[in-house]
């Protein structure tokens, strides 16, 4: 008998013990799929926050490119926008790609360097430490054709490769792009991203001017072998206290004018392309739309819309 009520005993325990570890289960289930249910709701909150910053950034670059005939890093536009509210954070930054030298320049419909792009390339890459085959290679995979030039790249090579791959033959969509591109290392791609881009300011024109009020220092230098160090600084002090309205304005600088008659064709004042980036949070959840937009009048033109 006292041996029945031990094991009975035993035997409770067992199942006591079966139904906390089930029960412990249980709660850690619901707890989880609350977890994953709540941060599906705060990331479907997050990517309609930063939708509608890049909705917002695009009605600020409106009203703030109305009526003006340039565009400068002192424009309202220019400054980082934050917001909170009760569902969660927003940053709204914008920045001009109209101060970059376009990649997809280089080469001319007729398969030929264009030779402004090609000279300011050159001039820039000189001071990333790039070498200069890397030109000839970026062309090789923008034209039509699959006849490589000197040291550069068509599909020939590239389909020795493992894994083998054609050249596009045609312009590049990304930057990111350039790591398919002979020579073209990660590091060279870093070096160069914050002063290229593969966007053109105007769809068919032979090649995109560069907004000097927005250019880098090292984009400036590249523009003509005029701007050294030296006069690329004085350019961004100068549009620092004033943005220069016009191009003939850099005659406010001591040897501009040489430098404005120079760049006639090469640069301007004002820029047509423009990136929105809108990073919301909504609790521990973050979303992020990165929108490459063309501003000219009428509509805004969506020419790249990422989510991340």
Avoid at 105 to 118: A, I, K, M, R, S
Avoid at 163 to 181: D, F, G, I
């Amino acid at each position: 008998m006292r041996c029945e009520k031990g094991f009975a005993l035993v035997l409770t325990l067992i199942v006591t013990a079966l139904m906390v570890a089930v029960l412990v289960e249980m709660i850690h289930q619901v707890s989880v799929d609350v977890s994953i249910s709540r941060g599906y709701r705060d990331g479907q909150q997050a990517s309609l926050l930063a939708e509608s910053g890049v909705t917002g950034g695009t009605k600020l670059l409106q009203l703030g490119l109305q009526g003006k005939n340039y565009t400068s890093l002192s424009d309202v536009w220019a400054a980082p926008i934050k917001l909170d509210d009760e569902t969660g954070t927003m940053v709204i930054t914008i920045t001009e790609e109209s101060g970059k030298l376009c990649l997809n320049d280089l080469v001319q419909p007729n398969g030929y360097f264009e030779p402004n792009t090609l000279a300011a390339l050159k001039r820039l890459g000189r001071r990333l430490n790039i070498p200069e085959d890397c030109w000839n290679a970026l062309a090789d995979w923008i034209d039509s054709d699959d006849s490589p030039r000197t040291n550069g790249a068509e599909s020939s090579y590239y389909q020795t490769l493992k894994p083998p791959y054609a050249a596009r033959n045609a312009k590049l969509e990304t930057l990111a792009e350039l790591s398919l591109v002979r020579g073209f290392t990660p590091e060279y791609i870093a070096a160069l991203r914050p002063f290229v881009t593969v966007y053109a300011e105007q769809p068919g024109a032979p090649e995109s001017p560069v907004n000097i009020n927005t250019a880098p220092k090292e984009v400036l230098m590249a523009l003509d072998d005029g701007i050294d160090d030296r006069m690329a600084e004085r350019i961004l002090e100068e549009r620092r206290l004033k943005p220069f309205n016009f191009l003939g304005d850099l005659s406010r600088i001591s040897g501009g004018d040489t430098i404005a008659s120079n760049l006639a064709g090469k640069a301007s004042v004002q820029g047509k392309l423009f990136r929105i980036t809108s990073v919301a949070q909504v609790r521990e959840t973050a979303r992020t739309v990165e929108a490459v937009l063309r501003v000219s009048g009428g509509s805004p033109e969506v020419l790249s819309w990422q989510e991340y």
